[in-house]
């Protein structure tokens, strides 16, 4: 299984907790590319994801299995190309959601693929996702929670796309969204870019991409992205997996445990040996 993750050096919690419940959970092997890019112009933070980090990730899921495999690619001259400076640079989230729509102009990138958004965790076996077919679509998607209701019935929520790399070349669909991410500021940019610039998708049950309940059985992915609450006032929350006592305290779920002590062991291995280096 191919997968796609995308993100800076401070996507590492969120690399680790997904790749752990991901792996924990598929016999298949896994192949993953993280895009990563320098864009410290817009912030001293936004630097890539760094070799020691790709490096001990590559070694947790190999300890799963021998042939699962993390390769970092960085894509900052292409970012900057293609994006540096366009409208939408400042949108709702980082830049590094627009990594994701460079894909069709990296050459080794398989014809099919799974993005995921970096605060995602498996719940049940991927394969499941990743086996669907989606010869004909260009990709497979599940609805938005509150945009298929305010913004169109089939609005997608782009943290989960199955991608069909070779239809998408054809279609040309990422090159249409990146020319929209130029030229036209939008709400959601990278997730607007790519409902608009779509020709045929493929539209999957929640199970796939499940963004409101944590501790539903039958989810295959779950997505802890930013929810609307209206009681006691309406307010949003937004606690990520590696948010382990909000998760616990707040979210109530409990669900992905085993994996969430994994990674703190993991973490602590992580920068007791980085600690060790840099003295």
């Known amino acids: 299984m191919n997968l796609l993750l ?12 997904q ?12 192949n993953v590319y993280i895009f990563t890019a320098s864009i410290t112009r817009i912030k ?8 020691d980090q790709i490096e001990f990730l590559n070694k947790v899921v190999k300890s799963k299995n021998p042939k699962n ?6 894509v900052t001259e292409m970012y900057e190309k293609e994006f540096g400076y366009c409208k939408n640079e400042n949108a709702y989230c980082t830049p590094y959601t627009l990594l994701r729509l460079l894909a069709d102009l990296i050459p080794e990138i398989p014809e099919k693929i799974l993005y995921l958004d970096i605060d995602m965790m498996a719940g049940d076996d991927i394969i499941k996702l990743y086996n669907i077919d989606i010869t004909n679509y260009e990709y497979a998607a599940v ?17 989960m796309l199955l991608l069909n790399m070779k239809k998408i070349k054809e279609t040309k669909l990422l090159e249409k969204a990146r020319n929209l991410i130029r030229n036209k ?8 870019a790519i409902y608009r ?19 539903k059985k039958d989810t295959v992915i779950c997505h802890f992205c930013k929810r609307l609450l209206w009681k006691p006032y309406p307010h949003t929350e937004n606690y990520k997996q590696w948010n382990i006592e909000e998760v616990h305290n707040i979210l109530k779920c409990y669900t992905f445990d085993k994996d969430l002590n994994e990674y703190i062991k993991l973490k602590k291995e992580f920068e007791m040996k980085k600690g060790k280096i840099n003295e």
């Open 69 to 74: 495999n993390v390769k970092k690619i960085d």
């Open 6 to 17: 995308c993100g800076n050096k401070k996507v590492f919690d969120g690399a680790l907790t």
């Open 44 to 51: 001293p933070d936004y630097t890539a994801i760094e070799d």
């Open 185 to 192: 500021k939008m709400l959601f940019a990278d997730q607007d």
């Open 19 to 30: 790749l752990i419940s991901i792996t924990n959970k598929t016999k298949e092997p896994v």
């Open 197 to 215: 610039s779509t020709t045929k998708k493929l539209l999957l049950p929640r199970i796939y991409n499940e963004q409101s309940k944590f501790n």
């Open 143 to 159: 609805r938005e929670k509150y945009g298929c209701i305010f913004i169109w019935p089939d609005y997608i929520n782009a943290g």
